[in-house]
């Protein structure tokens, strides 16, 4: 049952990191202006961590948990002006700390139940928050210029 429910909320979790990379991809494309070369090439290599993270969770759910990875994507959200994309994306990147740390503590509640897999789960999950809270900081940054 605890694996159930930790392979629910990683499957959430990718359907989350779908919708982003998406997201980033498309948005990437909708930027313009003076200092739009710069955020649309960081808005793309957050897309591909994203896509890593995907990959990640995949073979977590799949390899790991013997569970199916989610091939579903989260409802994408649109914006138009570069505040917008910012905005929308670092509300999303905030969300995704969130999922991760609720998965990271069910994953400890549930280590004596699954001693093989319980380091793989949490380094990786460790992993994707880091990536996350980066992706935080640099859309604030972003956002204040």
Do not use: C
């Not at 579903?72 to 740390?101: G, H, M, P």
């Amino acid at each position: 049952m605890a694996n159930e429910d930790i392979i629910k909320m990683l499957n959430e979790a990718l359907e989350a990191e779908h919708q982003a990379m998406v997201q980033y991809l498309s948005h990437a494309e909708l930027v313009e202006g003076l200092n739009a070369e710069p955020i649309m090439a960081r808005l793309k290599e957050i897309a591909s961590d994203e896509a890593k993270h995907q990959a990640l969770l995949r073979e977590l759910v799949g390899s790991y948990l013997r569970g199916i990875p989610s091939m579903k994507i989260a409802q994408a959200k649109s914006a138009k002006t570069i505040k917008e994309i910012l905005e929308v994306n670092l509300l999303d990147e905030k969300d995704a700390v969130a999922l991760y740390t609720k998965i990271l503590q069910k994953v400890n509640d549930e280590k004596k139940n699954m001693p093989y897999v319980f380091w793989r789960l949490e380094h990786a999950i460790r992993h994707i928050i880091m990536d996350e809270q980066e992706h935080i900081m640099e859309l604030e940054t972003l956002l204040e210029r």
